[in-house]
């Protein structure tokens, strides 16, 4: 019985956005290029003529500022943030695309001139119950409440009619001994914390070896 799924990954497209405008204006342009006509993003044209838009206003109110008119700084900061703006819109088109493809999702990402980063997403650890390292054990384990949890840890041998407690422990995890071997035990927990304790959970079988 397996208590922790194996993690997978998750890739996430990111933008690497240049500081200077020429260097942004060139980087953005990869972009427009890599998605143009690119089946992975069918519905991409709109917002890709925005882009293109906003390049162009960039570039001339970029070049204004090399004039020192008064307030071509300004309006180059505008249309660098507008430009972002509809960067970040971009990227979001990416990602949408690239989570519905899941297997293909780091390749969908870089064709669009977009770089991935890949991120481990470990599904939650499950109460759960194991045979132990000698005969008569179980070994324990659940997700955990929190640093300043401690974790009641019940077993049962007759259905749940009764059950027998075993001693607490701080951390997420248990062994139990002295269970009768070939049997089918239940197991159940609740984690104490400085509100109180929880309800008992759901139980979980293990035929002891």
Known sequence: ????????????????????????ILYTQTIVKGMTGNPAFPNAAPL???????????????????????????????ARAALL?????????????ADADTDNAPSIIE???IAVRKTS???????????????GSAKLVTASA???ASYEWESSTDGGKTWVTAPPSLQAKTVITGLPAGNTVQFRYRAVT????????????????
Do not use: C, Y
């Open 111 to 113: 064709s669009a001139g």
């Open 48 to 78: 890709l003529a925005q882009i293109t838009a906003a390049i162009t206003a960039l570039g001339t109110a970029e070049a204004a500022t090399l004039t020192r008119v008064k307030g071509a700084v300004a309006t180059r900061n505008a």
């Open 146 to 148: 929190g640093h300043r």
């Open 121 to 135: 997403v470990r599904p939650p650890r499950v109460f759960d119950a194991t045979q132990g390292a000698t005969s």
């Open 1 to 24: 019985m397996t208590t922790i799924a194996n993690s997978v990954h998750h890739a996430v497209a990111i933008l690497k956005l240049p500081i200077k405008v020429p260097a942004l």
């Open 194 to 209: 400085k509100t109180g304790a929880a309800d008992w959970s759901q139980p979980v079988s293990l035929l002891v070896k």
């Open 85 to 97: 703006a509809l960067l970040q819109q971009l990227k979001a088109t990416v990602q949408t695309a």
